[in-house]
């Protein structure tokens, strides 16, 4: 009984845990945009 409760829960972990890491790609693109961007303001107030 506990091993069919068990291979139910394991997909749906797995499947957060994709979600999880998708969302943590794509705060780091943003984040990195973000620098990108100010790191352009920057160079151009210099020059």
Partial sequence: M???E???Q???EQQ?????ARRLRA???EE???EEAIMEI???RLC
Avoid at 16 to 20: D, N, P, Q, V
């Fill in 10 to 12: 394991e997909p749906q």
């Fill in 2 to 4: 506990r091993m069919v």
């Fill in 16 to 20: 957060l845990r994709r979600i999880g």
């Fill in 32 to 34: 990195r945009r973000a």
């Fill in 6 to 8: 068990r291979t139910e």
């Fill in 27 to 29: 705060r780091q693109r």
């Fill in 42 to 44: 920057a160079w151009s």
